[in-house]
């Protein structure tokens, strides 16, 4: 008969091995790039700083990210970094939940205008996170959204980079927009959520879909029916770091060196060899964001903020 002290440290231990992070994949034979991360966040156990989540990922083939920001301060973040960093590129933007606060406090268009500033930096080659996210936020404040997304369009087209578009439960509204203003000419489906049906739209458009930890979930068929249509020039892989942790690892946080869980799944969904698929997808990202290569030049903060 189990006590219930044995109940209680069992839960408790299953509770903080949640929290640790996934042991180290076998490394990829072809590298491949990590396309959406957020370094600056921490999360579980004996948290990583962007240094040794850098070097985690290298060690198993991950060759580089992009640094994603959410608003002004982690935009600017991951422009320092990635000026000081060679295995990182920086994407700017305010997340589309963050526009109507911003909105109310009179302050989104100063706040576009300084993405729209960063944007102008060398090693920035994305706009993004950007879109519209119906599922937390209401209809009061989704024309924030629409304003802030069409304005990130243009600054993305305005300076020639690629956009990353975050979309939840609101491929139609996405769509609309993105055929209504014209998408950048590399516009990427990030975490892509959607359907057989917003697969054949991508596919028509030229549209990248970046592939995330969700799609090794159990419950995604689906999502892995839709990403079977998907041109292979098509794809690109992330982690959304700290988030979404593929399988079987779900709940524990993530990090760019768990990116050959997701793409060894998704050679399986696909049907193909795994180098050949890494060698795709390398090829993919590199044509949307250029060249990862140049010179450190010091030591970064550690996080905004610091």
Same mark, same amino acid.
């Not at 909105?103 to 205008?113: I, V």
């Not at 369009?153 to 939840?168: E, G, S, T």
């Given at each position: ?37 957020? &370094? ?28 994603? /920001? ?37 302050? &989104? ?31 009061? /404040? ?29 491929? /139609? ?17 990030? !975490? ?9 739209? !991508? ?104």
């Amino acid at each position: 008969m189990i006590s219930n002290d044995d109940r209680f440290l069992r839960a408790r231990h299953t509770a903080e091995t949640e929290r640790e992070y996934a042991p180290m994949p076998q490394p990829l034979v072809v590298g491949v790039y990590d396309n959406h991360t957020h &370094l600056e966040i921490s999360d579980g156990e004996n948290s990583l700083d962007y240094k040794e989540a850098l070097d985690k990922a290298s060690s198993v083939g991950v060759r580089g990210v992009v640094q994603v /920001g959410t608003d002004l301060e982690t935009s600017r973040w991951s422009v320092e970094i990635a000026h000081l960093e060679p295995r990182v590129l920086a994407a700017v933007a305010i997340h589309p939940n963050e526009t109507p606060e911003l909105k109310r406090a009179g302050t &989104l268009d100063a706040a576009l205008e300084e993405i729209g500033q960063l944007a102008a930096q060398p090693r920035v080659r994305a706009i993004g996170e950007t879109g519209l996210d119906f599922f937390r936020t209401d209809e009061e /404040g989704q024309p924030a959204q629409h304003e802030a997304f069409e304005a990130h369009i243009a600054i993305a087209k305005a300076n020639d980079l690629a956009m990353q578009i975050h979309d939840r439960d609101a491929h /139609g509204a996405v769509v609309e927009t993105l055929r209504r203003v014209g998408a950048p000419e590399r516009t990427v489906f990030h !975490c892509f959520s959607g359907d057989l049906a917003l697969a054949r739209i !991508c596919a028509d458009n030229g549209w990248y879909v970046s592939v995330a930890g969700t799609s090794t979930f159990k419950s995604a068929v689906d999502l892995r029916e839709a990403l079977e249509i998907v041109p292979r020039e098509l794809l690109l892989i992330e982690t959304d770091a700290p988030y979404l942790t593929p399988a079987p690892y779900r709940g524990r946080p993530n990090s760019s060196y768990m990116i050959p869980y997701t793409l060894r799944a998704l050679a399986d969904t696909l049907g193909g060899d795994v180098a050949m698929l890494a060698a795709q997808i390398a090829s993919n990202t590199e044509a949307v964001y250029g060249l990862w290569d140049a010179e450190p030049v010091d030591t970064p903060r550690m996080h905004p903020g610091d």
